[in-house]
C-alpha cells in the first residue's frame, strides 16, 4: 500500500495556485435564468424535441447526474468520477496537470496506445519507454528501473492496444505501489476482458488514476465520452482544469441513458465475444489452408494470432502492409500495425458485425487470389455464416414490420433519411433478406434518399452497375451477397437481381400518387434507351448484344438475365436497347438508364396525390 503519497508534490505549481474559471451554471441552474447570456426564446429549431427543447442552456458543468450512475455502476463515489470529451481529454488533462512542460517525463511501455506519447508531445513533455517484454507482459523492473525524479506519470493499458492482452494485475499493483507519482491504468477495453477492473484499488492507492470510456463497449464513440476514477482530490484538480462545459448537453443525456441499462452494454460485449470466437476461428482455419494451398498472388502466410481480450484482433501475416493496401481498395479498412515494437507485420482487425466480419473474409480470400477448385476448397473450409435475423437486426438497427418468403419490411431504415412527404402514407423504404443454399442476401433502400451506397456482391464490375442504380436514381441502396462465386457468378447476379426487384416492389407499396412510368433518353456514343412501366405486369424486353464475354468480373450474359429477374420480381414492364462502341459503356448505360426512368416513375406528382395512377384503381 502506498501510504507516503503527497498529491501536493504532483500536481505543477501553478495548477495548485490557479483559480478556476467559474461559470454561470457552476452555483444556479434553475429559476430565472439571466445570467450566462443564452437564447431565451429558446433553440432555433423547427420542431424542437424534447431531447433539444433546452438546448439553448449551458449543461451541468460537472454532469452531476452521469457521473453518479457512473459512480454506481462501476462502485466508486461519485466525487471520484471525472467525465471528459473522450479519455483522450482525461489524458490530455493529466498531463496538463502533472507535467511541467520541458521538465518532466511521463513514461510508457510499448506497444501501446498512442495518445500518450502524443499529448506528452503537445505538452512538451518529454517520453521514456519502458518496453513490455516479447510476451507482452509487464516488466515490472525494467518499468522500475527507468523511473528518474523527473518522472510524473506512468501510463499503463490494460487490456493493451494495440496487442489485446491484459497486463497481469498484480504487476499493474507492484508498479503503483512503488513508483510515488501517478500511474494511469487505460481501461478503454476492460469491459470486453475477463480481468476485473482496478477500480477496487483506488481506495487503496491515492497515485491511481483508471480510464475508462464510452467509446467501446458502450458503441458510443460518436457522443465522445471517456472517463476518469481517481481519489476526490485528483478528481477535482481534473475539474479545475477542464473546459468549463467539457461535455455537452446531449451526450451527457444519450450517456446516461446508456450507463443506467449497463444489461445491454453485456449484451453487446456478449455478442462481441462470440463475433471474436467466430473469426478468431475462421483466421485459425485460413492460417492452415494458406499452408496447404498458398496464396498465388501474395507469398503470404499467418504467422500469429494474439490472444486478445479486447474487441479486435492483432494477426501477423507476411505482406502485412500489401494485404491492408488490397483491401482498403475492395473498401475492408483494417489498421497496420507493423511498426510498434513486437508487432511487426501485424494488422489490428477490429471485430464487427456478422456482415462486416464476413465481408473481411470474403475480401481477403479475393485479395489472397485462389482460383477454380481451390477457391472453392477455401470457401467450403471458412464455413462463413451468415448471422441469425436477431443479430443483423440488432447491429443495423431495423425493425421488422412483416414478412413475406424470409423478406421484411422495414419502417426504420438506419442512416436513410424518411421521405417528409405527408402525403405519403408509408415510408417508401424496404428491407429484403434472402437466404438460400446458393446466395446469402440483405438489401436495403429507401426509393427517397439522396443516393447513398454502401454495395458488396463480390463482383466489382456488379457493384460497380447497382451503384449507378443508387446514384441516379437517387435511391439509397444497401447491398450485401455473399454468394457461391466460387461455383460462377450466376447465381449472385440472379439473385440480386430478384431480391433488388423484390424490395423495390415492397417499397412502391400501393404506388398512390406516383408518375408510375418513366423512360430515357439516348446518352451520348452509348445509347441506351429505358422504358419503365410500374404495371404490376411483369415483362422485360432486352435488345442489345456484347461483344465481349465478360466486362470485369461480370459475364455480359448475366445482363439480360440480371434484368429479367429484377422486373419479374419488381413487377414491371422494363424494356432496355442499347448500342455502344464499348461494353464497357453499354453496359452503364443500361444501369443509368434504368436508375432515371425509376427516378421518374416512383416520383410522387401532387397532382395525383393519394390517387392509384391507373384507370383499374389498383396496379
Ligand atoms: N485508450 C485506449 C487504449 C484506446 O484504444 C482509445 C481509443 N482507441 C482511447 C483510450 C480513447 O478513447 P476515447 O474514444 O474515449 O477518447
Redesign the pocket.
Same mark, same amino acid.
Given at each position: 500500500m502506498n501510504k507516503s503519497f503527497n498529491l501536493s508534490d504532483w500536481v505543477r505549481p501553478n495548477i495548485q495556485e490557479l483559480s478556476a474559471y467559474t461559470s454561470a451554471r457552476d452555483q444556479y441552474s434553475q429559476g430565472v435564468l439571466l445570467d450566462a447570456n443564452e437564447l431565451g426564446l429558446g433553440p432555433a429549431l423547427s420542431q424542437p424535441t424534447s431531447h433539444t427543447k433546452q438546448l439553448h442552456r449551458y449543461p451541468d458543468p460537472y454532469q452531476r447526474a452521469l457521473r453518479s450512475a457512473i459512480a454506481d455502476l462501476r462502485g466508486v463515489d461519485a466525487d471520484q468520477v471525472f467525465t471528459? *470529451?473522450? !479519455?483522450?481529454? &482525461?489524458?490530455d488533462l493529466l498531463i496538463r496537470i502533472f507535467c511541467e512542460p520541458a521538465k518532466h517525463h511521463i513514461l510508457v511501455t510499448p506497444p #501501446? +496506445?498512442g495518445?500518450y506519447k502524443v499529448s506528452a508531445r503537445i505538452h512538451n513533455v518529454s517520453v521514456d519507454e519502458a518496453p513490455l517484454n516479447s510476451d507482452l507482459s509487464l516488466d515490472v523492473d525494467q518499468t522500475l528501473a527507468k523511473i528518474h525524479p523527473d518522472t510524473r506519470i506512468i501510463f499503463l493499458?490494460s @487490456? *493493451? *492496444? @494495440?496487442t489485446g492482452n491484459t497486463l497481469d494485475s498484480k504487476a499493474i499493483e507492484q508498479v503503483v505501489e512503488q513508483f510515488s507519482g501517478i500511474v494511469v491504468v487505460?481501461e &478503454? +477495453?476492460i469491459d470486453f476482458s475477463e480481468q476485473q477492473s482496478l477500480s477496487h484499488l483506488l481506495s487503496s492507492y491515492p497515485n491511481l488514476v483508471i /480510464?475508462q #470510456? /464510452? !467509446?467501446?463497449s458502450f458503441g458510443l &464513440?460518436g457522443i465522445? /465520452?471517456?472517463?476518469a476514477l481517481a481519489s476526490a482530490e485528483i478528481i477535482a484538480y481534473f475539474d479545475k482544469i477542464k473546459p468549463p462545459y467539457n461535455i455537452n448537453a446531449l451526450s451527457a443525456q444519450v450517456a446516461l441513458e446508456a450507463v443506467l441499462q449497463p444489461e445491454l452494454m453485456q449484451q453487446k460485449v456478449q455478442q462481441i465475444l462470440e463475433e471474436r470466437a467466430y473469426v478468431q476461428s475462421r483466421i485459425e482455419r485460413l492460417q492452415a489452408l494458406l499452408i496447404q494451398n498458398p496464396s498465388p498472388v501474395l507469398a503470404t502466410h499467418i504467422q500469429k494470432i494474439y490472444p486478445s481480450e479486447a474487441n479486435f484482433l492483432l494477426v501477423r501475416f507476411e505482406q502485412a502492409l500489401a494485404i491492408q493496401k488490397a483491401l482498403a481498395e475492395k473498401g475492408v479498412i483494417v489498421r497496420y500495425r507493423g511498426n510498434e515494437l513486437h508487432c511487426a507485420d501485424t494488422l489490428r482487425i477490429s471485430i464487427g458485425n456478422r456482415m462486416e466480419n464476413n465481408a473481411f473474409f470474403e475480401s481477403l480470400i479475393e485479395v489472397l487470389g485462389w482460383d477454380g477448385p481451390a477457391r472453392k476448397e477455401i470457401w467450403e473450409q471458412l464455413d462463413l455464416q451468415k448471422a441469425s435475423v436477431a443479430d443483423s437486426e440488432q447491429a443495423s438497427g431495423f425493425e421488422q414490420t412483416s414478412n413475406s418468403e424470409q423478406a421484411s419490411v422495414s419502417e426504420q431504415v438506419s442512416g436513410f433519411e424518411q421521405p417528409s412527404d405527408s402525403e405519403q402514407s408509408s415510408p417508401r423504404t424496404a428491407r429484403i433478406e434472402r437466404q438460400t443454399s446458393e446466395t446469402s442476401i440483405l438489401i436495403e433502400l429507401n426509393l427517397d434518399g439522396t443516393g447513398q451506397h454502401n454495395i458488396s456482391t463480390g463482383l466489382a464490375f456488379f457493384d460497380h452497375m447497382l451503384e449507378q442504380i443508387a446514384r441516379h436514381g437517387l435511391i439509397d441502396l444497401n447491398i450485401s451477397c455473399t454468394g457461391d462465386l466460387h461455383i460462377d457468378e450466376h447465381h449472385t447476379i440472379e439473385d440480386v437481381g430478384i431480391a433488388l426487384g423484390q424490395a423495390l416492389s415492397m417499397a412502391f407499396g400501393d404506388k398512390r400518387g406516383i408518375e408510375r412510368y418513366g423512360f430515357v433518353l439516348p446518352m451520348d456514343e452509348a445509347q441506351a434507351t429505358v422504358a419503365l412501366d410500374l404495371s404490376g405486369r411483369p415483362y422485360l424486353v432486352f435488345e442489345t448484344e456484347f461483344s465481349r464475354n465478360y466486362v470485369g468480373d461480370l459475364p455480359t450474359d448475366m445482363i439480360e438475365h440480371f434484368f429479367y429477374s429484377l422486373a419479374m420480381h419488381m413487377k414491371a414492364t422494363l424494356q432496355i436497347s442499347a448500342r455502344a462502341s464499348n461494353d464497357h459503356h453499354k453496359i452503364e448505360a443500361c444501369f443509368k438508364g434504368l436508375a432515371r426512368t425509376l427516378k421518374q416513375a416512383v416520383e410522387h406528382n401532387p397532382r395525383i396525390a393519394g390517387q392509384i395512377p391507373s384507370s383499374k384503381g389498383q396496379l
Open positions: 471528459g *470529451n473522450g !479519455s483522450d481529454e &482525461a489524458i #501501446t +496506445y495518445m493499458c @487490456p *493493451n *492496444n @494495440p487505460d &478503454a +477495453y /480510464l #470510456t /464510452l !467509446s467501446k &464513440a465522445r /465520452l471517456g472517463i
